[in-house]
């Protein structure tokens, strides 16, 4: 899964490159624990049963954001708008690590 999400990341980011982005709704200190909780997620997944894996992805997913208080489409948003950063998004992901290497969940601040 966790090569899925790179990917998804990867396409929208691509599909968006050339074009203007708003401000996302969500912050980026909500981005960072959202990747972080999906990255577990993805973690938990690697010895699921692959005829259902994708189905139960999605219910991580959805249950993430509804952690976090995100709607899936503001989460879409906002990966498109970090993805048109880059800058933005490196620094994002060094927070997402150092929150993985401090086995930090969601709920802690």
Same mark, same amino acid.
């Given at each position: 899964?966790?090569?899925?999400?790179?990917?998804?990341?990867?396409?929208?980011?691509?599909?968006?490159?050339?074009? *203007?982005?708003?401000?996302?709704? !969500?912050?980026? &200190?909500?981005?960072? /624990? #959202?990747?972080?909780?999906?990255?577990?997620?993805?973690a938990v997944l690697a010895n699921?049963?692959?005829?259902? *894996?994708?189905?139960?992805?999605? !219910?991580?997913? &959805?249950?993430?954001? /509804? #952690?976090?208080n995100v709607k899936k489409t503001?989460?879409?948003?906002?990966?498109?708008?970090?993805?048109?950063?880059?800058?933005?998004?490196?620094?994002?992901?060094? &927070?997402?690590?150092?929150?993985?290497?401090?086995?930090?969940?969601?709920?802690?601040?």
């Amino acid at each position: 899964m966790m090569n899925r999400l790179f990917i998804y990341i990867l396409i929208c980011g691509l599909s968006v490159a050339c074009q *203007k982005t708003e401000k996302p709704q !969500v912050d980026k &200190d909500t981005m960072v /624990k #959202i990747l972080a909780d999906m990255h577990v997620s993805d973690a938990v997944l690697a010895n699921v049963n692959p005829g259902i *894996k994708d189905s139960v992805s999605k !219910v991580y997913l &959805d249950e993430i954001l /509804k #952690i976090h208080n995100v709607k899936k489409t503001d989460f879409d948003k906002a990966i498109k708008y970090y993805e048109s950063k880059p800058e933005i998004l490196e620094t994002m992901y060094e &927070d997402v690590l150092k929150r993985l290497e401090n086995g930090t969940t969601d709920n802690d601040k």
